[in-house]
């Protein structure tokens, strides 16, 4: 998610989309009440995860180290990086200025 523009979107496939659902649905450790939003000012400021197709469990938003989903907010546990590791080199290249230093940023 980014503040100001429009929003990258790329598609994760495969044995690396399987492994990434199922870490988003099995997000662990404590628990704590939704941030009720997006992180303020301007920037990056987090990740929305859809899946495409059956059974559609999502949408997911990871940002600041946690994973938030259905109301409750979990510690990502590497998944925010994880899946920035996927984001294509031309978005790397568009979007780096503003990503987080895991995903290649400024």
Known sequence: MLSGGPNPRWEVTGARAADLLA????????????????????GYRGLVVRETGAPNTGPWRLSSGAVEHDGVRRRDDGLEAALLATLPPELKVRFGSVLPPAAGGA
């Open 23 to 42: 870490r988003l649905i099995a997000a662990s450790g404590e628990t704590w009440p939704a941030a009720g939003g997006p992180p303020p000012g301007l």
